[in-house]
């Protein structure tokens, strides 16, 4: 030995890592690239002067909006059942989410725990405007094929979402409950409900806000509220109409938000 240490190699799992993310890079760079040449989006056209020009005239064509009092009140109605929807349809959700939760958290087994999360993967993953229209075919058109579409939907998005707070919740309260004779259905009530109530109640808030959202989406096709009235005005081009939908659907939005928000700051 004469004393000197030789270098050492650099770690090899660096340099893989390095080689893996200028793949990836790659690989993502070339999809984006491949789907603007597949589109074929003419930017030249879209921000030349006469695309401005147009642009400009359609969105002055919806001002003023219409303020006649008779369409206010129609608005107003068509703002009050999209908020009726939304609720509703949140409601039934975080019902039978909850139900479903208690199996895919796996308190019924593994058979049935699988089968409780295939079932919240298949109803989370078809979108709310496809199973709308599958009610609307079902159902007929009217706001209670738009409460079937928001139930369906956040069923597998609440169900999800309680069960992973269910697992996490610590198991002991339950437990000892359970040790001191109490039955199972009164040991999950009081020893863990309570441990998820908060964070549940959060979840359906959240949920509530963006089915608002979608609920004046859903009228596009036939579920009724403000979105069945933006899609008739403009589709007989009444833009000042539509105008007055649009900031109806923006007071919905920013109404149940705020009133969200302080009550999530009031649970905190």
């Given at each position: ?40 989006i ?38 009050i059942q ?22 895919a ?6 058979a ?26 079902a ?10 579409a ?10 999800r979402?309680f069960a ?10 339950e ?7 109490s039955?199972g259905?009164?040991?999950f ?24 959202r979608?609920a ?16 008739f ?17 923006l ?7 705020t ?10």
């Open positions: 030995m004469n004393g000197t240490r030789e270098p050492c190699a650099p770690p090899r799992g660096a340099a893989d890592f390095c080689l893996s993310c200028v793949l990836t890079t790659a690989l993502v760079v070339a999809a984006v690239a491949g789907s603007f040449a597949y589109l074929g003419d930017f030249a056209a879209f921000f030349s002067a006469g695309a401005a020009a147009d642009m400009g005239r359609f969105a002055a064509s919806f001002f003023p909006p219409d303020l006649e009092p008779e369409f206010l009140r129609k608005t107003a109605y068509g703002a999209t908020f009726a929807v939304a609720l509703i349809g949140t409601l039934l959700a975080a019902a039978a989410g909850l139900l479903i939760a208690l199996p958290a796996g308190r019924h087994g593994t049935a725990g699988r089968l409780a999360r295939f079932a919240l993967n298949l109803l989370r993953s078809v979108p709310e405007l496809v199973w709308a229209t599958l009610m609307v075919l159902a007929g058109l009217g706001p209670f094929a738009g409460v079937l928001l139930a369906l939907h956040t069923t597998g998005v609440l169900g979402l992973e707070a269910i697992e996490n919740a610590p198991p002991q309260p437990q000892s409950l359970r040790e001191a004779g039955g259905v009164a040991a009530v009081y020893g863990t409900l309570p441990l998820v109530w908060a964070q549940a109640v959060a979840y359906g808030l959240y949920r509530l806000e963006m089915n608002i979608m004046a989406v859903l009228g596009f096709v036939g579920a009724g509220g403000l979105g069945q009235m933006l899609y005005h403009l589709s007989i081009f009444q833009q000042a109409q539509a105008a007055t939908v649009l900031i109806a659907m007071a919905l939005v920013l109404a149940v938000d009133l969200s928000d302080r009550l999530r700051g009031w649970m905190g």
